[in-house]
């Protein structure tokens, strides 16, 4: 095979397509063309010689690339782009043309070579697609964060100048809705004679006097957040038909509000895109959640302390209420409620009479949410007994309003509970909570008692709050089991055993917890 042909068979089997144009002649028409080039275009030779190589170009070639590689030509000077060409049947293809001037004095042909970079082409478009995405996702996340913090800053700012409840729900409602991204806002709260929840602020193109929704958590994301005093966030297609304000499509929010142990209610938001909440909403939702009901406790604590009369309740209680009228029932005995305390869970210390306190213990099993039942001292058919609740007791839930227990006794079955209620707290919301944990409980007697400059109750809070939790309880402890009496029936290791702690760290609570009682007494003395 001479060098020509060996030349000429290298060109042919070229990967890439080789063409040449004669420079002398009018528009530069093909004189050659390999068979890569056939292969990349479909043309045949016997179509493509003698025309320009323009016939690859159509209507989404770019204008401004053709005038480019036209102005080289023209000068004479190499040149490389990327084109836009389509193949005798029409299909597109990303065509590198590069092209290079040949002669000696003067240029006589031009070297052409087509190069198929539609593979990187299209995955440069893919990049510059998703980095667009990006972009445009980016710029609404900053516009969501924008806008929701706003929201948060305006509602706190709110809050901290309401002076009512209702100012509190009217006013965040409001601000919700005059949110592009909120339909509805309402709040509502357990109505315990209708077992329902019932709104008491809306805002939006909705009307719900009058309405009301199931409490039962298993018939209903709002009932479920209230009951779980958590929150809920559900596409409409999930909801129970009861729960739905217009067209499906839409998402609603539930967040209850609660503040410790007290909850004021529901929060409840409809948003007007289907596509839902993001983890950050959520978060702002939920913040906005817990500062309408710090608002609220806010509220009611400065009203408790500023109220100038109080309401005395009295409640029968039957055999299946608390735990202590069932428990007197089964020993036979009587039970006076003699105060409480706290050290994670509940402690309740009461004194029985008529039965062996050793039994109680036994005789307990089943009692309600009893975990523990310590003696504290016991003497014959009497003693001081401690009983431990899990969860948030009764006592727990009343002292959070504001409510003093008076009194609280059971014996044979039959129990009663007296309850001070301040001024500022609604003595009806008190006899549902009530009722709502002892559903057989009624109310005997109400009645109405002007209140003293300080109540002994306000001073002796007072006093406690200078106390730490272990400092109070070691305090409580000590007195209730007889520690101070003048025949000291128990002692310091005894009590730090019922504590899980130390003697000599019980001894440490209880004397600081002296001094700072005695520094009061001096002081207010």
């Given at each position: 095979?001479?060098?020509?042909?060996?030349?000429?068979?290298?060109?042919?089997e070229?990967?890439?397509?080789?063409?040449?144009?004669?420079?002398?002649?009018?528009?530069?028409?093909?004189?050659?063309?390999?068979?890569?080039?056939?292969?990349?275009?479909?043309?045949?030779?016997?179509?493509?010689?003698?025309?320009?190589?323009?016939?690859?170009?159509?209507?989404?070639?770019?204008?401004?690339?053709?005038?480019?590689?036209?102005?080289?030509?023209a000068?004479?000077?190499?040149?490389?782009?990327?084109?836009?060409?389509?193949?005798?049947?029409?299909?597109?293809?990303?065509?590198?043309?590069?092209?290079?001037?040949?002669?000696?004095?003067?240029?006589?042909?031009?070297?052409?070579?087509?190069?198929?970079?539609?593979?990187?082409?299209?995955?440069?478009?893919?990049v510059?697609?998703?980095?667009?995405?990006?972009?445009?996702?980016?710029?609404?996340?900053?516009?969501?964060?924008?806008?929701?913090?706003?929201?948060?800053?305006?509602?706190?700012?709110?809050?901290?100048?309401?002076?009512?409840?209702?100012?509190?729900?009217?006013?965040?409602?409001?601000?919700?809705?005059?949110?592009?991204?909120?339909?509805?806002?309402?709040?509502?709260?357990?109505?315990?004679?209708?077992?329902?929840?019932?709104?008491?602020?809306?805002?939006?193109?909705?009307?719900l006097?009058?309405?009301?929704?199931?409490?039962?958590r298993?018939?209903?994301?709002?009932?479920?957040a209230?009951?779980?005093?958590g929150?809920?966030?559900?596409?409409?297609?999930?909801?129970?038909?009861?729960?739905?304000?217009?067209?499906?499509?839409?998402?609603?929010?539930?967040?209850?509000?609660?503040?410790?142990?007290t909850?004021?209610?529901?929060?409840?938001?409809?948003?007007?895109?289907?596509?839902?909440?993001?983890?950050?909403?959520r978060?702002?939702?939920?913040?906005?959640?817990?500062?309408?009901?710090?608002?609220?406790n806010?509220?009611?604590?400065?009203?408790?302390?500023?109220?100038?009369?109080?309401?005395?309740?009295?409640?029968?209680?039957?055999?299946?209420?608390?735990?202590?009228?069932?428990?007197?029932?089964?020993?036979?005995?009587r039970?006076?409620?003699?105060?409480?305390?706290?050290?994670?869970?509940?402690?309740?210390?009461?004194?029985?009479?008529?039965?062996?306190?050793?039994?109680?213990?036994e005789?307990?099993?089943?009692?309600?949410?009893?975990?523990?039942?310590?003696?504290?001292?016991?003497?014959?058919?009497?003693?001081?007994?401690e009983?431990?609740?899990?969860?948030?007791?009764?006592?727990?839930?009343?002292a959070?309003?504001?409510?003093r227990?008076r009194?609280?006794?059971?014996?044979?079955?039959?129990?009663?509970?007296?309850?001070?209620?301040?001024?500022?707290?609604?003595p009806?919301?008190?006899?549902?909570?009530?009722?709502?944990?002892?559903?057989?409980?009624?109310?005997?007697?109400?009645?109405?008692?002007?209140?003293?400059?300080?109540?002994?109750?306000?001073?002796r809070?007072?006093?406690?709050?200078?106390?730490?939790?272990?400092?109070?309880?070691s305090?409580?402890?000590?007195?209730?089991s007889?520690?101070?009496?003048?025949?000291?029936?128990?002692?310091?290791?005894?009590?730090?055993?019922?504590?899980?702690?130390?003697?000599?760290?019980?001894?440490?609570?209880?004397?600081?917890?002296?001094?700072?009682?005695?520094?009061?007494f001096?002081?207010?003395?």
């Amino acid at each position: 095979m001479n060098s020509d042909r060996l030349i000429d068979r290298a060109i042919d089997e070229a990967p890439v397509g080789v063409t040449i144009a004669d420079a002398r002649k009018d528009d530069n028409p093909l004189i050659y063309l390999n068979d890569a080039f056939e292969r990349l275009t479909g043309y045949p030779k016997d179509e493509t010689i003698g025309n320009n190589c323009r016939f690859l170009q159509g209507e989404r070639t770019d204008p401004a690339s053709v005038a480019a590689m036209r102005a080289a030509i023209a000068a004479k000077e190499p040149v490389s782009v990327e084109l836009r060409n389509y193949r005798k049947d029409g299909t597109e293809f990303w065509n590198q043309v590069d092209i290079a001037p040949i002669g000696e004095e003067t240029v006589t042909h031009f070297v052409g070579f087509q190069t198929d970079i539609t593979a990187r082409k299209r995955a440069e478009f893919e990049v510059e697609r998703r980095i667009e995405e990006v972009e445009n996702e980016r710029s609404k996340v900053e516009a969501v964060l924008e806008r929701i913090d706003g929201l948060l800053e305006d509602i706190t700012r709110t809050l901290v100048e309401a002076t009512t409840r209702e100012g509190i729900e009217r006013a965040v409602c409001d601000r919700l809705t005059a949110d592009d991204a909120y339909d509805t806002a309402w709040i509502g709260e357990h109505a315990l004679r209708r077992n329902g929840i019932v709104p008491t602020t809306w805002s939006g193109p909705i009307d719900l006097e009058g309405s009301s929704l199931p409490m039962d958590r298993n018939d209903g994301f709002v009932g479920e957040a209230l009951a779980t005093g958590g929150s809920r966030f559900i596409h409409d297609t999930e909801m129970a038909w009861h729960e739905r304000e217009g067209d499906s499509g839409s998402t609603r929010a539930a967040i209850a509000l609660v503040s410790g142990e007290t909850n004021y209610g529901v929060l409840v938001v409809s948003a007007a895109q289907s596509t839902g909440f993001d983890d950050h909403e959520r978060v702002v939702l939920e913040s906005i959640g817990r500062a309408i009901a710090t608002a609220c406790n806010t509220l009611e604590s400065r009203r408790i302390l500023t109220a100038d009369s109080m309401v005395e309740l009295e409640f029968d209680l039957a055999d299946d209420d608390l735990f202590f009228v069932s428990l007197s029932a089964r020993a036979g005995c009587r039970f006076e409620y003699e105060g409480s305390a706290h050290d994670g869970d509940s402690l309740l210390f009461f004194t029985s009479k008529g039965a062996d306190p050793d039994r109680l213990r036994e005789l307990s099993v089943g009692c309600g949410d009893l975990t523990d039942v310590t003696v504290l001292r016991a003497t014959g058919s009497s003693g001081l007994i401690e009983f431990r609740l899990s969860g948030v007791s009764l006592v727990t839930k009343l002292a959070n309003r504001g409510v003093r227990i008076r009194s609280m006794h059971a014996e044979g079955g039959e129990g009663r509970l007296c309850l001070l209620v301040p001024g500022g707290t609604s003595p009806r919301s008190v006899a549902e909570l009530v009722m709502e944990g002892c559903p057989n409980a009624t109310l005997a007697v109400s009645r109405e008692h002007d209140r003293p400059p300080l109540t002994d109750e306000e001073y002796r809070q007072g006093v406690e709050e200078g106390l730490t939790d272990r400092q109070l309880l070691s305090l409580r402890k000590a007195f209730f089991s007889g520690y101070f009496d003048s025949k000291r029936r128990i002692t310091g290791t005894e009590i730090a055993a019922s504590m899980g702690i130390s003697r000599s760290t019980f001894h440490q609570h209880l004397r600081a917890a002296e001094r700072k009682l005695l520094a009061e007494f001096f002081d207010r003395n």
